[in-house]
């Protein structure tokens, strides 16, 4: 460890995206010393391709309030999502947007100037009565404008970044506490200790474990890769949410904010079939209910195109002017990836892996929580996730559309002031490093850097991809998916062969790449296991052989630890902060 | 049919080449590549050690801009149907390369921050919503969507020549986002620190910005403006 820098900070945040650079914006703000790692300048964080909007129950639309949101999350999460936190959110959803926009976010506008917000899935006031306009948009460039608006106002409160820096590996002591992560500078290979106080991650979904998947490639799940392998358990990844509007073929996402702005789905008999699936909210119905729609009308040879396997997703009569206007990269994206202008022909479409609903376990602080003496929900000292990487749960087992960025905005600033407290409250000095603090990840390194023969990194990576697409899709039968999971433990053996041709320190991708792989196929087996465990069917989790949810035996969280691919679980908080709980009912749109 | 591509690719890496170099590789398409950067992630199974970066592959993140026959543009947004058999990429022009494909793009970064990319009103914040009229909203249409992809301010000549003191097309559309913000009040301020004879006026209005942005914005249009807004301050 001679050669090896370490750099002291109050707190160190893994990940520049909507989350990460919400946290760091209050800690900057604050005066504490914090460091944001990011593998890639923090503007080309995924957060960026979020399109549809942020929601919040400002009312400038019609009659709304944090009730009705709350509501429709929880219903919207099949009754798996915690209902403190749920209640936490959607109560502070409407400060954080004001926030966001006194910040300079570029949000749409009403002609009495307020924030323009418009209809997403799932969405309604009253309890389920009406659709209500609740997403904040800006055109259906939402999440480039809030990313390129938090990377604004850092620069300005003078947040240190560490630009093409990937996290390796967590550093925790025998206590159990976290001290820290290595990093790895890729344009020269330098590696270095970031101590800290408080170590977030904020590192994003793994959907890039599918083959069809609307994310960036830099989403490999290495915050989740890094827990498991510092012995965190992952918390609900059997649930993954299937986007109902990926570009067919393209996998590339085309917003909800279609649908919002009056865009319907159709089948080859040129039906808008929603309105059979649900009556009341139609194509506007929470996105596992439409997915699975789509997959039926497509399995029962309703299918469109010469194989009959897309939908079709239709804005034509929305007329030019209101598409260029509200929709206009919507646009952009049907030429580019589908060769269509929308304004006159539909756009095939097909359910596409789109984020991931579980994560790191974490309390509404941001704090992760894993089970210790009998505690479920004990706190890891130092250590805490937010946003896709972590799960708090307000998602459950289907997300709400617009309900993740609201997500990595309200935690990423919760997160924020728990650790200014934090800090304020243990002025001692930092917690010593275990000597061993950086052997793990110099083996692998040493071992990668060395490697004679094996396999090429990418090929693991892609069979990893076809074995989850194949074995933890839409559709799930007991038998699909224990194959699946005989798979991708053949595949976990592969992982440490991978061969690394290319040796060169500087900008080295390909040793990126392989490191990714190492993360990949943790959110892998944790998606696997946790899944063909599961005996019920909740939200994005749609197990043929036991068609029904079971509140009984199954309201309640899974926990996958690495070691021994042991799983447990903890019940899930029906206990909202302040109002009434919210009973599970039968979910009918 | 196969479609068999020549690709030609600029590559060096400081840690074993003397010089940068060409290499030419062959590509066979099996038609399920779309786009350029298809083709680039297929040639890196062939060949590991070609350094180039990329994410979202949908041209919003701005990661994969490179010189592509000539022209600055996204890889990811590059038809291939739309290029020809031959193809030669060189990393982006006028700024220090990293390796191969990867430039150093801190000079771009640091014009970005010259400009104080960033809303300005320090007035006490309403409990709400600053209110803003739709027409005040619209003005901010072409300006705010930039990705920073950095296409256009490498393909501008005044650029290559002062890239310390030139802020460039990119920069310069931000600084006009903010000073046409019905929200922002620091427009005197900002203008001041424009007001010199490289910031602004070194662009000639050759309008290579314009041709190559990815996202179809128009940086001379803005520059203009921000001429003219200059200019009336001066008099």
């Known amino acids: 460890m001679a050669n090896i820098p370490t750099l002291t900070f109050d707190a160190v945040i893994v990940g520049g995206g909507g989350a990460g650079m919400r946290a760091s914006l209050q800690l900057a703000q604050e005066g504490l010393k914090v460091a944001v790692l990011t593998k890639v300048f923090p503007t080309r964080s995924h957060t960026v391709a979020a399109q549809g909007g942020i929601g919040a129950s400002l009312g ?8 009705y949101h709350f509501f429709d999350t929880v219903k919207g999460s099949d009754w798996l999502g915690d209902q403190d936190a ?8 409407p400060k954080v947007v004001y926030e966001l926009e006194h910040m300079g976010m570029p949000f749409d506008r009403n002609p009495d100037g307020t924030i323009y917000q418009r209809p997403f899935g799932g969405h309604t006031s009253n309890y389920g009565e009406a659709p209500v306009q609740r997403a904040c948009a800006a055109a259906d460039r939402t999440g480039h404008a809030l990313l390129h608006t938090l990377y604004q106002n850092n620069l300005r409160a003078g947040t240190q970044f560490f630009v093409e820096w990937i996290a390796l590996d967590l550093i925790r002591d025998a206590d159990g506490d976290v001290l820290g992560v290595v990093g790895m500078f890729l344009e020269t290979g330098e590696l270095a200790v970031f101590q800290a106080k408080a170590t977030l991650f904020a590192t994003g979904g793994a959907g890039r474990i599918y083959a069809a998947s609307t994310n960036a490639y830099i989403n490999t799940g290495d915050g989740l890769g890094m827990a498991a392998r510092a012995g965190i358990p992952l918390q609900d990844m059997e649930f993954w949410q299937f986007h109902p509007t990926g570009v067919a073929g ?27 699936y649900a009556p009341n909210l139609k194509d506007l119905a929470p996105r596992d209910f439409v997915s699975r729609s789509m997959d039926q009308e497509i399995k029962e040879g309703r299918g469109c195109g010469p194989n009959a396997d897309y939908i079709l997703l239709d804005m034509t009569h929305l007329g030019e002017a209101e598409i260029m206007k509200r929709l206009p990269s919507v646009h952009e994206i049907g030429l580019n990836f589908a060769n269509v202008d929308c304004t006159q022909e539909p756009i095939p479409v097909v359910p596409t892996i789109h984020y991931q609903m579980g994560g790191i376990p974490t309390n509404i602080h941001g704090q992760v929580v894993a089970p210790k003496d009998g505690n479920p929900n004990a706190v890891v000292n130092g250590f805490y996730a937010i946003g896709e990487c972590s799960c708090v749960s307000v998602h459950g087992a289907n997300r709400l559309g617009t309900n993740s960025l609201l997500d990595l905005i309200v935690f990423g600033k919760a997160a924020g002031e728990h650790i200014v407290e934090q800090v304020r409250k243990s002025p001692a000095a930092h917690k010593s490093l275990p000597a061993d603090a950086m052997d793990k990840t110099l083996a692998r390194l040493s071992r990668l850097d060395n490697s004679k023969s094996g396999e090429y990194a990418q090929d693991i990576a892609n069979d990893i991809r076809t074995t989850m697409q194949a074995h933890a899709g839409v559709f799930r039968t007991q038998k699909i ?9 053949e595949l976990d053996k592969r992982v440490p062969h991978i061969h690394l041709k290319d040796n060169s320190q500087v900008f080295n991708t390909a040793r990126i790449e392989a490191l990714e792989v190492e993360n990949l196929i943790e959110a892998a087996k944790a998606t696997m296991l946790s899944a063909a465990a599961r005996k019920e069917s909740r939200g ?26 042991r799983l447990d679980y903890k019940p899930v908080q029906m206990k909202p902060l302040t109002v009434d709980s919210i009973p599970p009912k039968k979910r009918t749109f | 049919m196969t479609d068999v591509r020549t690709i030609e690719v600029y590559r060096y890496d400081p840690a074993k080449d003397e010089a940068p170099y060409m290499q030419t590789y062959t590509l066979e398409l099996d038609g399920s590549e779309r786009m350029l950067l298809d083709a680039l992630i297929k040639l890196k199974k062939q060949d590991e050690t070609l350094s180039f970066r990329r994410s979202c592959r949908e041209g919003i993140c701005g990661s994969d801009g490179m010189n592509v026959n000539g022209k600055n543009g996204l890889a990811c947004l590059l038809n291939l149907n739309h290029l020809p058999k031959r193809i030669v990429i060189r990393p982006l022009p006028g700024l220090p390369v990293i390796r191969d494909l990867v430039v150093d793009m801190s000079m771009f970064y640091k014009q970005y921050e010259k400009i104080k990319p960033y809303l300005i009103n320090d007035t006490p914040a309403p409990a709400k919503e600053r209110l803003q009229s739709p027409e005040e909203r619209e003005k901010l249409d072409g300006l705010y969507e930039c990705i920073l992809c950095a296409c256009c301010s490498t393909s501008c000549p005044s650029f290559w020549w002062n890239p310390d003191r030139f802020i460039g097309p990119s920069g310069l559309l931000q600084a006009y986002r903010f000073l046409i913000d019905s929200r922002d009040q620091a427009t005197e301020e900002r203008l001041a620190n ?34 003219n807004m200059l200019l009336r301050r001066a008099t």
Not at chain 1, 255 to 276: D, H, I, P, Q, Y
Request: net charge negative; charged share 30%.
């Open chain 1, 86 to 93: 749920i209640e936490f959110m959607c109560r502070e959803a």
């Open chain 1, 540 to 565: 994005a989790h749609a197990h043929n052989d036991c068609p029904e949810r079971d509140d009984e035996n199954w309201m309640k969280h899974t926990l996958w630890f690495k070691d021994g691919n």
């Open chain 1, 481 to 489: 998916m224990d194959e699946g999971v005989t798979k991708i433990l």
């Open chain 1, 250 to 276: 393209a996998g590339v996402l085309l917003t909800e904010g279609c649908r919002g702005e009056g865009a319907v789905l159709r089948n080859s008999k040129g039906e808008r079939f929603m309105e059979r």
């Open chain 1, 60 to 67: 400038n639309m019609n009659d709304d309030n944090w009730h």
């Open chain 2, 194 to 227: 424009l007001d010199d004879p490289f910031s602004v006026f070194r662009c000639h209005g050759i309008q290579n910005c314009v041709a190559v942005c990815p996202k179809g914005l128009n940086p001379t249009k803005a520059i203009g403006h921000i001429r």
